[in-house]
């Protein structure tokens, strides 16, 4: 994330800090019903327990930055929590996130994203020039259409979990003078009315199981200002999720006894990478047990 640390009032999900991310050609067509073999599902234990559909940006992806593009080449380097849970549960994994996704290119892929389908001024991004844990229908699916697809066409999925919200944060912070002091409030509510929207249309494709929404961390907690802002992001998420059945795993609380620890810092603590905004494998961790308490 670009600029002072005051402004880690969106903290997590991905500011995508790389280079030549816009090129490249576009993901290899595929039926929502090969998901299930993908890098994600292979990563995941395999003991006929059900099906675990992530969905989300760059946390539960497990991205981080300042790789090599032959890193990101392979999705199976990366590791977030949904890969955790499924080991810890048992279940089979479809990782369906993508880095830089927002509230609103996560149902339509000509909305703005932060890095997903396309970057402020460029065509493509992310899912344009890097494999993702699966492959979509096509390049212009959207992850909604995908998640809905996958609900249709997988019988045994008991649990879905959602993490969206920040990018439309850090999308708002680059394109106003302010860096979206004063937009903060409409932000929030935005991605509470779009996740209500994405939370609705899961639930009227007839699924009726177990969905988790993970909250977002503080960079630092002992930050007034970005805690604050934090947390009324937070609030909006947990709006949407209790207003749709789904239960809410707070990212927030997850990291915040750890960090108090270290003065309020969470790369200080060990869980947030250092000149990034993503976690390190221990708070990828924290993020898990927090999914799996929610989930139980």
Not at 75 to 85: E, I, K, R, T
Not at 102 to 117: L, V
Not at 250 to 253: N, V
């Given at each position: 994330m670009r600029g002072p640390r005051r402004l880690g009032v969106w903290l997590a999900a991905g500011a995508l800090a790389l280079a030549g991310c816009s090129g490249g050609g576009g993901t290899a067509a595929s039926s929502s019903s090969t998901a299930a073999s993908s890098s994600s599902a292979a990563a995941s234990s395999s003991a006929g327990r059900g099906t675990y559909l992530a969905l989300g940006d760059s946390v539960p992806f497990g991205f981080r930055g300042g790789e090599t593009p032959e890193v990101y080449g392979n999705?199976?380097?990366?590791?977030?929590?949904?890969?955790?849970?499924a080991q810890k549960l048992g279940l089979d994994l479809v990782n369906a996130s993508c880095p830089g996704e927002?509230?609103?290119?996560?149902?339509?892929?000509?909305?703005?994203?932060?890095?997903?389908?396309n970057r402020a001024g460029v065509a493509g991004g992310?899912?344009?020039t890097f494999p993702l844990h699966v492959t979509y229908d096509a390049p212009d699916q959207a992850q909604l259409d995908f998640?809905?697809?996958?609900?249709?066409?997988?019988?045994?999925?008991?649990?879905?979990?959602?993490?969206?919200?920040?990018?439309d944060g850090f999308l708002c912070q680059a394109s106003t003078p302010d860096h979206c002091a004063t937009e903060v409030v409409t932000v929030a509510q935005t991605v509470q009315?779009?996740?209500?929207?994405?939370l609705a249309t899961l639930r009227d494709q007839g699924y009726d199981g177990k969905i988790v929404v993970v909250t977002y961390y503080a960079l630092n907690y002992a930050d007034p200002t970005g805690a604050a802002g934090t947390q009324l992001l937070n609030a909006g998420i947990t709006?949407?999720?209790?207003?749709?059945?789904?239960t809410v795993a707070?990212?927030?609380?997850a990291f915040q006894p750890l960090a108090?620890?270290?003065?309020?810092?969470?790369?200080?603590?060990?869980?947030v990478l250092p000149n990034d905004v993503h976690p390190t494998a221990q708070g990828q961790q924290l993020l898990a047990d927090a999914v799996v308490t929610a989930a139980g």
């Open positions: 999705p199976a380097n990366f590791v977030g929590y949904p890969q955790l849970v927002t509230t609103e290119s996560f149902s339509d892929t000509a909305a703005q994203s932060n890095g997903c389908e992310y899912r344009t998640a809905v697809r996958a609900v249709k066409n997988t019988d045994d999925i008991s649990l879905i979990t959602v993490q969206l919200g920040a990018n009315q779009n996740l209500t929207a994405i709006s949407a999720a209790t207003a749709r059945g789904a707070s990212g927030f609380d108090q620890q270290a003065g309020g810092d969470s790369i200080a603590a060990g869980l």
